[in-house]
């Protein structure tokens, strides 16, 4: 079956999404960075363990309330319409470091890749709707002075 043809917006209206959510995160700014995420999520971790809107929100907002400093950048291997959706795969590489007793910080570097399907929303723009990590590694990066001091989540 041939492939259908992407939106002519794309890669671009996507690309736009990726740097909103990095920075809606970057800012602490909880109510944003879930706008991106359909109502009807559906998150698989790469052990298997499926998390919803609500549930990966409660995981992230744990994460933005000791937030000290993050980056990430997202590599895409493939692009394609299926449907109304569109879906891509590829790897993140995130540097994040989180506060813990109240000076330090713990910095984690954290790479994902797997399978995002993305849904139009109306007017515009795109929302996640369902990911497929294939693999996911965590490693420690080391420990030091906290050098912000986030006041929580918006």
């Known amino acids: 079956m ?3 043809p992407l939106p002519p917006d794309l890669p671009g209206s996507l690309d736009a999404v990726h740097v909103a959510v990095r920075e ?3 800012r602490r ?3 944003t960075y879930l706008e991106y995420f359909a109502a009807d999520l559906s998150y698989r ?3 298997g363990r499926v998390q919803t809107r609500e549930e990966l929100g409660g995981s992230v907002r744990g994460q933005l309330e000791r937030l000290v400093a993050f980056t990430s950048s997202f590599e895409r291997e493939s ?3 299926e ?3 569109v879906v891509e795969t590829g790897t993140q590489i995130a540097s994040i470091s989180l506060r813990w007793l109240f000076i330090f910080a713990t910095h984690w570097t954290v790479r994902r890749r797997g399978r995002y399907t ?3 929303r109306c007017p515009g723009g795109w929302e996640l709707r369902r990911v497929e990590l294939y693999e996911e590694s965590i490693a420690r990066n080391g420990m030091g002075v906290a050098v912000s001091f986030g006041r929580g989540t918006r």
């Open 2 to 4: 041939p492939e259908a």
């Open 24 to 26: 809606a995160f970057q």
């Open 29 to 31: 700014d909880l109510a």
């Open 45 to 47: 971790d790469a052990d």
């Open 79 to 81: 692009l394609q319409a």
């Open 83 to 85: 449907a109304q959706d």
């Open 118 to 120: 993305w849904r139009r």
